[in-house]
């Protein structure tokens, strides 16, 4: 199985309990980050810990989910080597897996439907990164 993590905060709780056992079944061994309740939680409580993980080689992906996303990504983004993208279409997850190597996909639960966030996790785990001129630009992100 590939090992993937998954993190939200209380806003994102109820997508990531959906998400955790169809991705299961996708044959991901899911790591949950937290939170472990709807109860009001701080989403850089468990964005961190995600995005080290992920920056630190242990998960090659991983998954994101607040209210908006934006809070979950840039918190994720303050990690050397994580290129987080929010996402609220499949275009957008793919766009950010070819173009810019995403590696960790934010999703807005307030904006999206559970269907939707399947659609979106799907295509971000199942898109390649095209390289070619794209991996000049994540070669810039990346020496920041």
């Keep these: 199985m590939t090992p993937l993590a998954i993190g939200s905060d209380h806003a ?40 080290a993980a992920v920056a630190g080689g242990e998960f090659a992906q991983g998954i994101l989910i607040c209210g908006s996303a934006n809070g979950v990504c840039i918190t994720a ?41 399947r659609q979106i996790a799907h295509t971000f785990l199942t898109t390649a990164f095209e390289g070619g001129r794209h991996q000049t630009r994540v070669g810039k992100i990346d020496a920041c």
């Design 77 to 117: 983004n303050k990690h050397q080597g994580v290129r987080a993208a929010i996402a609220w279409l499949p275009e957008l997850a793919a766009l950010a897996r070819q173009h810019n190597n995403a590696n960790v996909i934010c999703l807005p639960a307030r904006y999206v439907s559970e269907d939707a966030a």
């Design 12 to 51: 994102g709780f109820a997508y990531k309990e959906l998400l955790k056992p169809w991705l299961t079944e996708q044959g991901y061994d899911v790591k949950d980050f937290g939170t472990y309740s709807a109860e009001s939680a701080d989403y850089p409580d468990f964005a961190h810990p995600l995005a």
